[in-house]
């Protein structure tokens, strides 16, 4: 039996937007300590700024990492065409900072204290969901914003 979980996905404001795993936030199983989804589920915020400023340290990290490698013939334009920052990493450094932050409620993915090949695949359906309605997310805000 295979178990449909969808994230939540809700407009907020202008250019703001709100993810609940609240299919996900039932009580974990695997765990007695876990407080995960008991109280509230996880909801995290996302403004249009959040990517454009996680797009901005991807590429900020590529510029630097480039410039490193570069000879010293290198024009600023070359080097700036070798930059290639995909979605996949803007949505990355979100989850990092947004959802990885929340330790507690994200327990049942901690392959510490859990079965890692449980967790692994737990963790991926987590960002499956994720990335789908990041890139809802993404378009909405390229619209508004200057996301290339």
Same mark, same amino acid.
Request: proline share 1%.
């Given at each position: 039996?295979?178990?449909?979980?969808? +994230?939540?996905?809700?407009?907020?404001?202008?250019?703001?937007?709100?993810?609940?795993?609240?299919?996900?936030?039932?009580?974990?199983?695997?765990?007695?300590?876990?407080?995960?989804?008991?109280?509230?589920?996880?909801?995290?915020?996302?403004?249009?700024?959040? +990517? +454009?400023?996680?797009?901005?340290?991807?590429?900020?990290?590529?510029?630097?990492?480039?410039?490193?490698?570069?000879?010293?013939?290198?024009?600023?334009?070359?080097?700036?065409?070798?930059?290639?920052?995909?979605?996949?990493?803007?949505?990355?450094?979100?989850?990092?900072?947004?959802?990885?932050?929340?330790?507690?409620?994200? +327990?049942?993915?901690?392959?510490?204290?859990?079965?890692?090949?449980?967790?692994?695949?737990?963790?991926?359906?987590?960002?499956?969901?994720?990335?789908?309605?990041?890139?809802?997310?993404?378009?909405?805000?390229?619209?508004?914003?200057?996301?290339?």
């Amino acid at each position: 039996m295979v178990n449909k979980l969808s +994230l939540i996905y809700r407009i907020s404001g202008l250019n703001e937007f709100e993810i609940t795993f609240e299919e996900y936030c039932v009580p974990c199983k695997f765990q007695r300590r876990c407080r995960y989804g008991k109280s509230s589920p996880l909801t995290i915020s996302i403004d249009c700024k959040d +990517l +454009l400023r996680a797009y901005e340290k991807e590429r900020y990290e590529q510029m630097r990492e480039a410039q490193k490698q570069a000879d010293i013939e290198d024009t600023y334009e070359q080097i700036e065409s070798r930059i290639k920052v995909n979605t996949r990493q803007i949505f990355s450094n979100i989850w990092k900072k947004k959802i990885k932050e929340h330790k507690e409620e994200i +327990l049942c993915l901690n392959s510490h204290k859990l079965d890692s090949m449980l967790t692994s695949q737990r963790g991926a359906i987590w960002w499956g969901e994720y990335a789908k309605i990041m890139k809802k997310i993404y378009q909405d805000c390229r619209k508004q914003t200057s996301l290339t």
